[in-house]
T-cell receptor, first 114, second 111 residues
Framework: DTGVSQDPRHKITKRGQNVTFRCDPISEHNRLYWYRQTLGQGPEFLTYFQNEAQLEKSRLLSDRFSAERPKGSFSTLEIQRTEQGDSAMYLC????????????FGPGTRLTVL | QKEVEQDPGPLSVPEGAIVSLNCTYSNSAFQYFMWYRQYSRKGPELLMYTYSSGNKEDGRFTAQVDKSSKYISLFIRDSQPSDSATYLCAISNTGFQKLVFGTGTRLLVSP
């Protein structure tokens, strides 16, 4: 157990609906990352936060995706107008600043878009 | 060309075997090399990370980096059925802002 928690663990939605996922990092970690993992692939970087500031976004993060970390603690990832291609595992990770690699990821939220 | 290439396997070995897992990468600017283990329906967990070339050992696990050939390896000695998982290599720049993962190699260790 890495201490990173995610909610919900599973989400099934219909195409066109909006979904929101939550990540609670390890409490003293000021960095928070979102990754996406599809079946048979490694995780792909989506975005990361240093405290409440979103410092980098991948090209994978289309304008239908938005992530927030309002108080530098938990983070939310929202997907608007979901498409079948959004079906994946959404992973969150946290770390201490720039000296520490990502030790572990949360259990992920598995999204299925019908 | 993908930044990190990894054979997806599966790799099946008997208990007690020495396992060799490998990745190649294309961008020589990356300086940190990680190995993660991922059990089914779980998030990846960091096993080891190394900086630059050389070897690093931790118990039954040895990570090896050859920057001249852009080749990274993970060796598992005396493999156990509990080692059955997907092993992901990852590379990163200084600061670990972003990890670039391989596809993962699925390892099956049979008793």
């Amino acid at each position: 157990d890495t201490g990173v928690s995610q909610d919900p663990r599973h989400k099934i939605t219909k195409r066109g609906q909006n979904v929101t996922f939550r990540c609670d990092p390890i409490s003293e970690h000021n960095r928070l990352y979102w990754y996406r993992q599809t079946l048979g692939q490694g995780p792909e970087f989506l975005t990361y936060f240093q405290n409440e500031a979103q410092l980098e976004k991948s090209r994978l993060l289309s304008d239908r995706f938005s992530a927030e970390r309002p108080k530098g603690s938990f983070s939310t990832l929202e997907i608007q107008r979901t498409e079948q291609g959004d079906s994946a595992m959404y992973l969150c990770a946290s770390s201490l600043d720039r000296v520490d690699p990502t030790r572990g990821f949360g259990p992920g939220t598995r999204l299925t878009v019908l | 060309q993908k930044e990190v290439e990894q054979d997806p396997g599966p790799l099946s070995v008997p208990e007690g075997a020495i396992v060799s897992l490998n990745c190649t990468y294309s961008n020589s600017a990356f300086q940190y090399f990680m190995w993660y283990r991922q059990y089914s329906r779980k998030g990846p967990e960091l096993l080891m990370y190394t900086y630059s070339s050389g070897n690093k050992e931790d118990g039954r696990f040895t990570a090896q980096v050859d920057k001249s050939s852009k080749y990274i390896s993970l060796f598992i000695r005396d493999s156990q059925p509990s080692d059955s998982a997907t092993y992901l290599c990852a590379i990163s720049n200084t600061g670990f802002q972003k990890l670039v993962f391989g596809t993962g190699t699925r390892l099956l260790v049979s008793p």
